[in-house]
């Protein structure tokens, strides 16, 4: 009878489990029900979605259909505030991205008016910028601080039809194009000087270097050979400019500016005004702009030898400068940037934010600069407001020393390294690696790129194409046919032998070319040597290839 009831009880036990499990599944079969019929709701949803966008696509085909029919494509007739305006439509789509450009792209239905205009509720006088702006490239804005109200008013109607500015795009080099989709290769110019190289300057097709010990070193870009080397005044050399026939060369150990004959490599006169060593220089026309240890900027009339007027504000040594000549950008040793303005002859504003001092500062645009530091960054400064609009980190311990802009790319030596920076995206575009130690200058050509550094090394960086990459060795049939072993070589290798005894005379010509015209430079420069010991500098000239041979 006990077991009989501990059945019964066992029994009703599971019957229990049974009705809790079954009420557990009835709940889950309810959700999944519940979350079948939102899931159901959402897929209508989108179906009425996908509906209302097909329907309005096909309204947009139809009003670009319309506008193509009836809307002649070169002009635009419109009524902008009560003002009726015609322009041409490649005008008014001409910045990529604007309001503009997508309004009349003929994906939206614009509102007209009863005379067939299309209707703009701005202001005329203010959307006249805008429409001048995009018609010229160029823009005449008022002055900020006497006409402030309209200054603002008209960058406000910039700001609502997303038409960027500044409103002249700078002029880049050919390398601008190539520097960032890939790697460049260098080649060191020439062998290794015997001392650092501090800075270079391209003039023509000649590449002036100024070293460590006080020589100027004096390259054909195009042979890539020394064309003369000559001993200055300064020791070491931090600055050098030119401009035609003649070189400005300024440094350490003397407070003067040297200026040189190119042709003749003697000093014809000297700039003397600074009370210490010049340490950054910039040339402009005929106008130089000098930054000294004295704490000043001085500009100078080349023409007449003198200095127009002096600068002062700077704290520190005042270690670069940049003029475009209507503008003078300065940055010295007390960790700030200095605009100043020719005309009124003053400081315009002050940029501050490096925790080091300035190492290179460079105009970018019109209303920009660019400014580098040992504090590991750079800087992109909108000296009309006066604000840093970017800041640029290089990395740890990566040092800025030089800068130089093409294009929206700086391209800044730092410690072994040259950075390239997208100044517009705020981004690292590339980094190229050849120097072993800090780079003190960077400068871009057309076609190439050149830099300089204290590992006594001038690099010109290009593209492969540019340079003669052929080598002696197999030739490319020679190549195809080790690649096809079923393919007999043998009238390939006979082919070849010809080509390479071809290439040996070449250059037997060419060796023999060489000889004669180191013999006729070696004339020449003699005669130099002759009717310059009465001046008061040490030329040396590179030795010829003959005299190596013997």
């Not at 519940?34 to 209508?44: K, S």
């Not at 097909?54 to 902008?80: G, I, M, T, Y």
């Not at 702006?133 to 309209?150: Q, V």
């Not at 220089?281 to 106008?287: T, Y």
């Amino acid at each position: 009878m006990g077991d009989l009831i501990d059945l019964n009880e066992a029994v009703d036990c599971a019957t229990i489990q049974l009705r809790k499990a079954k009420e557990v599944i009835t709940k889950q079969w309810r959700v999944v029900q519940e979350e079948r019929c939102r899931l159901d709701e959402e897929l209508e949803k989108f179906q009425r979605q996908k509906e209302l966008f097909e329907a309005e696509k096909r309204s947009f085909e139809a009003e670009k259909a319309w506008l193509h029919d009836n809307l002649p494509e070169d002009q635009v007739s419109l009524c902008v505030g009560g003002k009726y305006i015609t322009v041409s439509r490649s005008t008014l789509v001409s910045q990529e991205g604007s309001m503009l450009a997508a309004m009349f792209s003929g994906r939206h239905k614009l509102a007209r008016g009863p005379d067939g205009c299309i209707f703009l509720d701005r202001d005329p006088k203010y959307f006249s910028f805008v429409l001048n702006y995009l018609r010229t490239n160029k823009l005449h804005l008022p002055n900020s601080e006497t006409e402030p109200g309209l200054y603002a008013a008209i960058m406000d109607e910039f700001d609502y039809f997303c038409v960027c500015l500044p409103s002249s795009k700078p002029e880049c080099s050919k390398l601008h194009q190539i520097l960032w989709d890939k790697p460049l290769t260098s080649e060191v110019l020439g062998e290794e000087f015997p001392c650092s190289v501090e800075c270079i300057k391209a003039l023509g097709d000649k590449l002036l270097c100024g070293r460590y010990d006080g020589f100027v070193d004096v390259w054909s870009l195009r042979t890539k050979k020394l064309l003369k080397r000559f001993k200055t005044e300064h020791e070491p050399i931090f600055c050098i400019e030119g401009i035609g026939n003649t070189i400005l060369t300024a440094g350490g150990g003397t407070s003067n500016i040297c200026v040189w004959d190119l042709n003749l490599y003697s000093v014809t006169s000297k700039l003397s005004g600074h009370l210490q060593d010049i340490r950054s220089m910039k040339l402009h026309d005929n106008n130089l702009v000098t930054g000294s240890n004295d704490h000043t900027v001085k500009v100078w009339d080349l023409l007449a030898g003198r200095c127009l007027y002096t600068l002062e504000g700077h704290d520190g040594d005042v270690t670069a400068i940049d003029f475009n000549g209507a503008l003078i950008v300065s940055g010295s040793e007390d960790c700030s940037v200095r605009v100043w303005d020719t005309e009124t002859k003053t400081c315009r504003c002050v940029l501050s934010g490096h925790v080091d001092r300035v190492s290179c500062v460079s105009f970018y645009r019109e209303n920009f600069v660019v400014s580098g530091s040992p504090d590991g960054t750079l800087k992109l400064w909108n000296i009309t407001t006066g604000e840093c609009l970017r800041t640029l980190h290089t990395g740890f311990a990566a040092y800025v020393w030089s800068i130089d802009v093409s294009g929206d790319h700086v391209i800044c030596g730092c410690d072994e390294n040259i950075k390239v920076w997208n100044l517009v995206k705020g981004d690292s575009a590339n980094t190229l690696m050849g120097h072993q130690d800090h780079v003190w200058g960077v400068h871009v050509l057309d076609e190439c790129m050149i830099s300089c550094s204290e590992d006594c090394t001038v690099r010109i960086w290009t593209q492969n194409e540019n340079y003669n990459t052929k080598k002696k060795g197999k030739s490319k049939k020679r190549k195809a046919a080790e690649l096809n072993d079923d393919t007999s070589s043998q009238e390939e290798d006979e082919e070849e032998e010809e080509e390479e005894e071809e290439d040996e005379e070449d250059e037997d010509v060419n060796k023999l070319t060489e000889t004669k015209n180191n013999n006729n430079n070696n004339n020449t420069q003699n005669y130099t040597k002759t009717n310059n010991n009465n001046n008061n500098c040490n030329i040396e000239d590179e030795p010829s290839n003959s005299e190596n041979d013997n």
